[in-house]
Structure formats: C-alpha cells, structure tokens
C-alpha cells in the first residue's frame, strides 16, 4: 500500500511510519514544513537501515497524495490538517489516530471537542473522505521499537465498509497485532475516551499497558 501519514515527525506518526514500512508498504512521512520529515527520515534511515528503505518524506500536502493517509498530527491540530487537505483526502481511507485529551494532576480525562469523537470532527472536516478511526491504543513507543513485536489490540470503527475491511488488514498484516471490527465511527467515542483510562491506569500503576480483548479471535482476511 501507499501510505501517508500527516504530521510523522511526532513519536506516534513517525513510530508508524516507519512500522508500516519495515512491513513492506510505501510511506511517506509528512509535516507541515518538509525539512522536518526530512530530518525525522534521515534518523529512522540510521537507527533501522535497510528496514525503511521504502520510507521518504514530504511536506503534508505530498503525504496527503498517497492512497491511504493517517492523521497523525496533536489531537489540536487534527481537524483543522484534515480541513486543509479534504480535497487531497477525498475518497480516501483517512485513519484517524488522535485521542482528545487532557492531563488532570495524576489522571488523564478525554476531551470531546463539541461534544463528539475527533475521528467524527475529522470526517466532517473532510466529508468526502472515508475516515477510519484505529492504533488509538498503542503507545508510540512500541510503534518506534522495530526489533520488538508490538503486542496490542486494534479496534477499528468506520461508516464506509470497505475502508473498515482495508484497515482491519492493514492492522492485521502487522505481526502481532491483532484486529478488531468496532463497527460505525459513532463507536470510535468509546475508543478515544477509553485512552483516558488507559493512560490513567498506566500512571497510577506505573507502566505502559494497552488493549488486549479475550475471548475473540482478530481479524483473519
Ligand atoms: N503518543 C502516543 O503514544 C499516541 C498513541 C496513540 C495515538 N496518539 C495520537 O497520535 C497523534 C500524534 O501523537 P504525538 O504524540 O506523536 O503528537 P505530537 O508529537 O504532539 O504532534 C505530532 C505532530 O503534529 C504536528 N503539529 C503540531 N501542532 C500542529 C497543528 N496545530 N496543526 C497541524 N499539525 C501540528 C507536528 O508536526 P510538524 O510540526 O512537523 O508539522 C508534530 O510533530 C495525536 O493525535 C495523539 O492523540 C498518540
């Protein structure tokens, strides 16, 4: 697959980048000034070679050309980035990663801006896109971390089937992380505040936990 992926030079966009490509698809790492994908390139080049040879940067209206294209920018910055480039992203998969939050002493509380999931902000910002909601669970970190499988549970959620069933593979071709059909993107307002949850369980019991569903097999093609 071409991928790209808005705002990589963050740890969670440029972890999975550089996931995606060591598994094989074409990424392009964007940011709102090219120099700066180019630089976050140039590092993943010398920490992992050979294993992101098909990776290459751009500003984010290059990384918004590719087939399939994450917004991966600050939660803040989501809507407005899908805004900017809804023409670019029309009739796209759009994966939506971002996780409205906010630090509150030793917890995290979710924020709803408008009172919906921001991958609905995102598909209403660019309404002729196909946005997918997904990885808003996995810590960038194990995104980063190429010599260690990533162990986590995906939960994707979308209103167009096919880009549902498209992400449900493209989670499912990265080994070790399993998928999950969450149905319409109304769903993904349980995802994202759940992340609030999440991160105050990893503070208050000092790790970095993620989602692991029993009881279900993951997505098989
Ligand atoms: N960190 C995690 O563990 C994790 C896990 C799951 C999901 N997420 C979600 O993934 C997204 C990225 O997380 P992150 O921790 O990597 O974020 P981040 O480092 O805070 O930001 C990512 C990139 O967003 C761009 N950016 C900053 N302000 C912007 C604005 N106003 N408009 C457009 N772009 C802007 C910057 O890139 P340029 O300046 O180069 O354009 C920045 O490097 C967030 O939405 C987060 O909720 C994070």
């Not at 991966?72 to 009739?91: I, K, R, S, Y």
């Not at 921001?118 to 909601?133: C, F, G, I, R, Y």
């Not at 019991?205 to 997505?219: A, P, Q, S, V």
Request: proline share 4%; glycine share 12%.
């Amino acid at each position: 697959m071409n991928i790209g992926v808005l705002g990589a030079t963050g740890p969670a966009g440029r972890g999975l980048a550089a996931r995606l490509a060591s598994v094989g698809h074409d990424v392009i790492a964007g940011s709102r000034e090219e120099s700066r994908a180019e630089a976050v390139v140039g590092e993943l080049r010398d920490e992992w070679g050979p294993r992101v040879d098909t990776l290459r940067a751009a500003d984010n209206a290059g990384a918004a050309t590719a087939d399939v294209v994450v917004v991966a920018t600050t939660w803040e910055g989501a809507v407005a980035t899908a805004a900017e480039h809804a023409g670019a992203l029309a009739g796209k998969t759009v994966i939506a990663m971002a996780n409205g939050l906010e630090k509150v002493g030793r917890e995290f509380h979710p924020v709803l801006p408008e009172g919906r999931s921001l991958s609905e902000a995102v598909q209403a910002a660019a309404p002729a896109a196909h946005v997918v909601a997904a990885f808003q669970h996995v810590p960038a970190a194990a995104f980063a971390a190429l010599d260690q499988p990533i162990e986590s549970d995906i939960i994707v959620c979308s209103d167009h089937e096919p880009s549902r069933e498209l992400v449900l593979g493209l989670v499912a071709g990265i080994p070790d992380l399993r998928a999950f059909d969450g149905g319409s993107l109304v769903n993904a307002i349980g995802i994202e505040t759940f992340a609030a949850v999440l991160l105050t369980c990893n503070i208050r019991h000092k790790g970095k936990g993620t989602l692991r569903m029993l009881g279900l097999e993951g997505y098989q093609a």
